[in-house]
């Protein structure tokens, strides 16, 4: 049983950054950010393999960026240039399998979320 924990959410004004982080409390190959906004499914965000290979949704990439620490199994998000629209818990997750999903139904693991608001 892998337990997730994030943290780093907060209030931050538009144009503004954020980097969020998700501790691990054990080895997890693939590791991945999910975000739900009020009213709204929850949405791929980014992906990250132990070697290093990432996926992002496309409308995100250029603006945010997923790294991992191995030996802290600790996983990364950093958000620059966040718009209102960026508002939402974002959750971390964790697959047993090898390959990069985007589909959160592939995630057995996940953290209990954090919130993110972005002010205009």
């Known amino acids: 049983q892998v337990q997730l924990v994030e943290s780093g959410g907060g209030l931050v004004q538009a144009g503004g950054s954020l980097r969020l982080s998700c501790a691990a409390s054990g080895n997890t190959y693939v590791m991945g950010w999910f975000r739900q906004a009020p009213g709204k499914e929850r949405e791929f965000v980014a992906t990250?393999?132990?070697?290093?290979?990432?996926d992002y949704a496309d409308s995100l990439k250029g603006r945010f960026t997923i790294s991992r620490d191995n030996a802290k199994n600790t996983v990364y998000l950093q958000m620059n240039s966040l718009k209102p629209e960026d508002t939402a818990v974002y959750y971390c997750a964790a697959r047993s399998g090898l390959l990069l999903k985007r589909q959160n139904y592939e995630y057995a693991y996940w953290g209990q979320g954090t919130q993110v608001t972005v002010s205009s």
């Open positions: 990250i393999n132990r070697g290093g290979t990432t």
